[in-house]
């Protein structure tokens, strides 16, 4: 059982970087241009260049993107924990102690994966792995290759 659940590792934190990558593109995507319900809910959107909200929107754009695509994931994950550690302990934190409190739970959960992400890298399915393997693995017995290039 140890082992199966192994072998599909690669795979598992693959679909988390892709689930994880969209949701935050989709958080960018509400606040820049009005969808999914807008940065308010009603469709409206961040004004441009205000601080911080508008530069969060565009780090959660592009850093979904990225981090849903697997390319440049660790650069793009340390940016997006770093913006979403910022947007908890400024933004929600000085509210109230708790998350659930704060409503900083997206900004706290989102820091979290992100920061694990840094770790991990983009698993199987993503781009960062394709091009590693174009440089770094050609040549390389099976053997000696890692299942989880980032």
């Not at 781009?127 to 393997?133: E, I, K, N, V």
Request: with cysteine; proline share 4%.
């Amino acid at each position: 059982m140890t082992a199966r659940l192994n072998s599909a590792q690669p795979y598992v934190l693959a679909l988390f970087r892709i689930v994880i990558g969209l949701l935050f593109f989709c958080h960018g995507a509400s606040k820049l241009f009005g969808v999914l319900g807008g940065a308010d809910g009603q469709g409206g959107t961040v004004s441009a260049g205000t601080w911080p909200g508008w530069y969060a929107a565009v780090i959660e754009l592009v850093g979904g993107a990225l981090v849903m695509l697997g390319l440049g994931t660790r650069v793009a994950a340390f940016i997006a924990s770093g913006a979403m550690a910022y947007a908890y302990f400024k933004v929600h934190q000085p509210g109230a102690l708790w998350p659930i409190q704060n409503g900083g739970e997206a900004a706290a959960l989102y820091c979290w994966a992100m920061f694990l992400l840094i770790f991990t890298g983009s698993g199987a399915l993503g781009l960062d792995r394709l091009f590693a393997g174009r440089s770094t693995t050609a040549g390389k017995p099976a053997g000696e290759r890692s299942p989880v290039t980032a």
